[in-house]
């Protein structure tokens, strides 16, 4: 088989890779590809490498690192047709990706980021291969259309049920470690009694944020990983964090260490399932890892590994091994003699290649549509109410209710929204360019946009902003929750959210433009809408259960004051969905066209953000990456986080 395997990187990964290696960026694409894999991110090229050594043809591309692609497209195709816009952007990395598929003409696409590109993308795909595959291992948005995958691979055991039950062919597949780390680690000094190296505070691991903090607290396990800026002020684990660990960095870390914590997601729902597991034991660390239902399946439990239950026992544990180095170190040959047997990326590639081919045979004997083709129509589930309320008032008319009812394709991209941005100074922030968003021209236009964005969330194909937003409301753990949301343009948030959480949400919306409040009643007559300023709100002392703004602050100069407001009319909950942030520096102001109309705009320092949370008193409870956005002037790109904040008093 021939297979082409689509990859993404971590975005804080790739900006400190080019910043640490100057130069690299305007190297030629076969340089750049090795330096990068010899990093040994994630599943680096270990994929690819063993499917070769297998009898196959495999190439790796790593589609969000802009640098790697900008050389292979000089490379290989100079003169691409690129869309316009800027690079980077997710319509370049599609357009940049088909042309690397039409080069390469796989039997096989292999997607290791099942939602990164929507499914019409993905479809597309099968104009250069017959079968497109993939694989996860994380949480997941289940209202994505997966029946564009032909067969998808997962390490957990609950999501092959899952996908089989959406008819969606699925297969086992665990994770794994590559033996050639051990080579380009070479002789390591053990010199490290303990370590945690991983995420450090994420929503996904709030049942096992106990043992952490215990663990820190007894002293002696240091800790290296990303998101320690949420960690609690009190958190015993900030006075033994020693910064982030990546790649070959993060194995060194963990081949220095006599034993190494490890702890899953809630997202595993009790399995064994995440790559410390195996880089652990992989470099000869004794492995402490949290019991699960099936550990006994990979590993002997106290003899190859050390299982614990619970913050106590884990401390109890791991002072027990350090104390007994005999034990500790047989443990820990024994673990990596089992990994080493049964558990490399070869043996897993093994099973993989027997699937695929397997998929691939039955697909080219398969007569008419492919399944999970968007050309193939299955059988169409009745409209909800929403969706036929979206078609009685949508000005496409018939064409809204054949996209609705029949249309598998995405909507036509809508022209850009945001362009010409200069930075400039605080003090050149006037009253024209902060009253920017309350010129008549711009609700016409926005609603253009976002009625293409409804058919598309109508149809099946949720966009990531939309996505978020109801998952952070999930975050809350509000029943019935009373919803206020300050900028709330025409109050479109209201339906994606009643949609999206499938019951009517309590709202009540607020802008001070009083065109798009005007829009926003001829739409939804029904809705509680009014004009106000997010710095100086007309209702009481907690008013809501969640107040929530969208892409609010970031156009609002006296945000300080925007951010008491939201904390002084909430009960419990704020949501700061679509805030754009930077991991270096200050908060620094822009001017923008938006819709053509100048306005201003803020990028928030990540840690003065953080503080300021803080200081009005909030409490970052989840932190939700959307996406990062090429600026000018941001050297390494700007992310757009939603951040869920609950009131500390």
């Known amino acids: 088989m021939k297979v082409t395997i689509l990859d993404t990187y971590y975005p804080a990964f790739l900006d400190g890779f080019y910043s640490r290696n100057q130069g690299l960026a305007e190297a030629g694409y076969q340089e750049q590809c090795a330096a990068l894999m010899g990093m040994c991110f994630g599943t680096s090229d270990y994929y690819s490498s063993n499917l070769r050594m297998l009898g196959h043809e495999a190439d790796d591309f790593v589609v969000n690192c802009e640098p790697l692609q900008r050389a292979w497209l000089h490379a290989n195709a100079p003169n691409a047709t690129l869309p316009p816009g800027k690079a980077g952007a997710k319509a370049w990395q599609m357009a940049v990706f088909r042309e690397q598929v039409k080069q390469s003409n796989p039997d096989v696409v292999y997607v290791q980021d099942l939602t990164y590109f929507d499914a019409p993308f993905l479809d597309s795909l099968r104009e250069f291969a017959p079968l497109v595959c993939g694989q996860t291992a994380y949480a997941l948005d289940w209202g994505f259309n997966f029946s564009v995958f032909d067969r998808i691979f997962t390490s957990f055991p609950h999501y092959v049920e899952r996908f089989n039950s959406l008819g969606v062919p699925s297969s086992y597949l665990r994770i794994a470690f590559e033996p050639r780390i051990l080579e380009r680690l070479g002789e390591v000094r053990r010199d490290l009694n303990a370590v945690f190296v991983g995420g450090l505070v994420s929503p996904i691991y709030p049942s096992t944020m106990p043992a952490l903090e215990a663990a820190a607290l007894d002293g002696r396990v240091e800790f290296w990983g990303y998101g320690s800026e949420f960690l609690k002020r009190e958190s015993a684990i900030r006075a033994h964090y020693h910064g982030e660990a990546w790649g070959l960095d993060a194995y060194r870390i963990l081949a220095r260490s006599r034993v190494a ?64 180095e005999e034990e500790r170190a047989a443990i820990a040959a024994a673990g990596q003699r089992r990994t080493l047997e049964e558990h490399t990326y070869h043996h897993r590639m093994q099973e993989l290649a027997e699937s695929l081919e397997a998929t691939l045979t039955s697909a080219r004997s398969r007569s008419g549509p492919r399944r999970g083709s968007m050309d193939y129509k299955p059988a169409q589930a009745p409209l909800s109410q929403r969706a036929k309320n979206f078609i009685r008032r949508s000005p496409a008319g018939p064409l809204a209710v054949w996209i609705l009812k029949n249309a598998r394709t995405r909507a036509g991209a809508a022209a850009p929204v945001s362009g010409n941005y200069h930075l400039i100074d605080k003090a050149q922030v006037d009253e024209a360019l902060a009253a920017g968003w ?79 409040i005007e829009q926003g009643r001829s739409i939804y007559p029904d809705l509680d809408l009014m004009v106000a300023d997010a710095t100086d709100l007309p209702l009481p002392d907690s008013h809501c259960d969640i107040l929530f703004s969208a892409a609010l602050l970031m156009h609002v100069p006296e945000y300080e004051k925007a951010l008491g407001e939201s904390v002084r009319v909430s009960r419990q909950w704020c949501i700061f969905h679509r805030t754009p942030v930077t991991a270096s520096g200050d908060t620094r102001y822009m001017t923008k066209d938006a819709y053509g109309v100048p306005v201003v705009e803020l990028v928030f320092g990540e840690q003065e953000l953080a503080d300021l949370f803080q200081r009005v008193g909030l409490e970052v409870v989840r932190t939700i990456r959307i996406d990062r956005q090429i600026i000018p002037g941001f050297d390494h790109g700007v992310e757009m986080m939603t951040y869920v904040c609950r009131k500390n008093t």
């Open 261 to 324: 914590l490890n702890r899953h997601g809630d997202v595993a729902e009790g399995y064994s399932n995440n790559m410390r597991l195996y880089e652990a034991t992989g470099v000869g660390s004794c492995l402490v890892t949290d019991s699960r239902i099936d550990l006994d399946r990979f590993f002997d439990v106290g003899k190859e590994v050390v299982a614990y239950n619970g913050a106590a026992d884990c401390v109890e544990k791991i002072n027990y091994l350090l104390d007994h």
């Open 438 to 516: 309350q010129e008549a021209a711009i609700p016409a236009k926005q609603r253009e946009l976002v009625d293409q964005e409804l058919r598309r969330m109508y149809q099946g194909d949720v966009i990531p902003v939309y996505r978020v937003a109801a998952e952070a409301v999930m975050q809350t753990g509000c029943e019935d929750p009373f919803i206020v949301e300050i900028g709330c343009a025409s109050g479109y948030y209201h339906e994606v959210l009643s949609h999206l959480l499938d019951k009517p949400v309590r709202y009540l919306g607020l802008d001070y433009s009083v065109a798009l």
